[in-house]
C-alpha cells in the first residue's frame, strides 16, 4: 500500500496550490479518501473527505477555498486550494479509509481522533503560506 502525497510549496497569502495523492496497492474505488493537516505544536486534523461515490465534505475554515476530488481511472486525490491564508500552513497528508467501514461522511469532522478510521496514510507535502 503506498500513497504519495506531492504538490505542497511555497505561497504567498491569497495564492493557490493544487495537492495530488498517488495511491497504490488498495482497491482505490471503494475507499473514502482524505487530506488532514498538521501544524507545529497541533494534532492532525481533517480537512476534507471526498466519498467512494464521490460526495464531499470540508472542515468549516476551509470549506469555500478548497475543493477535493479524485480521479479513479488514475488513482489520484487531489485537493484545490485556494485563497490560501498563514493560518494553512501545515504539513498536508492524504490518507484512506474503507467507505463502508465509516459513519456519514460529514460526521467526521465532529469525531475525536478521527484519523484512527483511516487505515492508510501517506508521507506528508509542506505547505507554507506567507503573509
Known amino acids: 500500500v503506498q500513497l504519495q502525497a506531492s504538490g505542497g510549496g511555497l505561497v504567498q497569502a491569497g495564492g493557490s496550490l493544487r495537492l495530488s495523492c498517488a495511491a497504490s496497492?488498495?482497491?482505490?474505488?471503494?475507499?473514502?479518501m482524505g487530506w488532514y493537516r498538521q501544524a507545529p505544536g497541533n494534532q492532525r486534523g481533517l480537512v476534507a473527505t471526498?466519498?467512494?461515490?464521490?460526495?464531499?465534505n470540508y472542515e468549516n475554515s476551509v470549506e469555500g477555498r478548497f475543493i477535493i476530488s479524485r480521479d479513479n481511472a488514475k488513482k489520484k486525490v487531489y485537493l484545490q486550494m485556494n485563497s490560501l491564508k498563514p493560518e494553512d500552513t501545515a504539513v498536508y497528508y492524504c490518507?484512506?479509509?474503507?467507505?463502508?467501514?465509516?459513519?456519514?461522511?460529514?460526521?467526521?469532522?465532529?469525531?475525536?481522533?478521527?484519523?484512527?478510521?483511516?487505515?492508510?496514510w501517506g508521507r506528508g507535502t509542506q505547505v507554507t503560506v506567507s503573509s
Open positions: 471526498i466519498s467512494s461515490g464521490g460526495a464531499t
Open positions: 496497492g488498495f482497491n482505490f474505488r471503494i475507499n473514502t
Open positions: 490518507a484512506a479509509a474503507e467507505s463502508i467501514s465509516l459513519p456519514t461522511p460529514r460526521l467526521l469532522f465532529k469525531i475525536p481522533n478521527v484519523s484512527r478510521l483511516f487505515g492508510y
